[in-house]
């Protein structure tokens, strides 16, 4: 394993070692830091950086200790990541009563998802690659399978429900932060609405005209999210 950069290289992560071994050294004097300080650190770093900023140098100053006394506590990057996407999903709330209607209470689960990964903006992007399961995100995953047991669902449909359901607020807030960061150029919005309307005017495209001239809906984020968010869970079968 190669450590020079500071980064740390990603290797296999081993989900019991790390979820349910004793963390940190266990010879030598007891370190002024924790792998709770570590993991907060780094969260901090991807909350106001982005994930391109989290090195374990980076968090090593943060914590003020030196790089190589971290490798105990995260070996890799990799290892690193999977704390802090456990320890974001600590801020889950799984103890609010369900309503014993499936379908609201995963409605609520995904606002609940969204709101987390727009105050992490860099959870959509940490998602996108398989995380192991640690005692945080084994919470909500309780809660929302709870939520499906009203359903016919067997146990593997409803893991599938609740992957689908995370994929979807993933990849929705990542496209709402991009349009987001793309609305702070009206000169750029303005251009592209020019267009469509060009487009859409020279009888080549009959549907994009008819569309764009349909009443319009409330665009704002929430409003947005709660359309498609309706769309997917109203869909959902209850069975195969």
Same mark, same amino acid.
């Given at each position: 394993m190669s450590r020079g950069d500071g980064s740390g290289a990603t290797g296999v992560v081993d989900p019991q070692q790390l979820w349910l071994s004793p963390a940190g050294p266990r010879r030598g004097?007891?370190?002024?830091? #924790?792998? @709770?300080?570590?993991?907060?650190?780094?969260?901090?770093? /991807? =909350? /106001? @950086?982005?994930? %391109?900023?989290?090195?374990?140098?980076? +968090?090593?100053?943060? +914590?003020?200790?030196?790089?190589? #006394? &971290?490798? #105990?506590?995260?070996?890799? *990057?990799?290892? !690193?990541?999977?704390?802090?996407?456990?320890? +974001? #999903?600590?801020? !889950? %709330?799984?103890? =609010?009563?369900?309503?014993? =209607?499936?379908?609201? =209470? &995963? *409605?609520?689960? /995904?606002?609940?998802?969204?709101?987390?990964?727009?105050?992490?903006?860099?959870?959509? $992007?940490? &998602?996108?690659?398989?995380? $192991?399961?640690?005692?945080?995100t084994l919470a909500f995953l309780e809660h929302a399978l709870a939520a499906l047991r009203p359903t016919r669902l067997d146990g593997a449909a409803k893991l599938e429900v609740f992957s689908q359901l995370t994929g979807f607020v993933a990849g929705h807030v990542a496209h709402e932060i991009a349009q987001a960061a793309a609305a702070d150029s009206p000169a750029r919005t303005a251009a592209e609405a020019r267009y469509l309307a060009t487009v859409a005017a020279d009888g080549h495209h009959p549907e994009l005209a008819e569309v764009l001239t349909a009443p319009g809906r409330p665009l704002t984020p929430e409003a947005t999210f709660t359309r498609f968010l309706n769309r997917l869970i109203d869909g959902l079968e209850t069975e195969d």
């Open positions: 004097r007891r370190p002024t830091f #924790s792998r @709770e300080a570590i993991t907060a650190a780094a969260v901090g770093l /991807a =909350d /106001a @950086e982005g994930l %391109e900023a989290v090195t374990m140098r980076r +968090v090593a100053a943060q +914590v003020g200790a030196g790089v190589m #006394s &971290l490798y #105990s506590y995260a070996p890799d *990057k990799e290892t !690193l990541l999977e704390l802090m996407v456990d320890h +974001v #999903s600590g801020e !889950l %709330e799984t103890r =609010d009563p369900l309503t014993g =209607d499936w379908r609201t =209470d &995963l *409605k609520a689960i /995904a606002r609940l998802q969204r709101a987390l990964m727009l105050r992490h903006p860099w959870l959509p $992007t940490a &998602l996108a690659t398989r995380r $192991t399961l640690g005692p945080n």
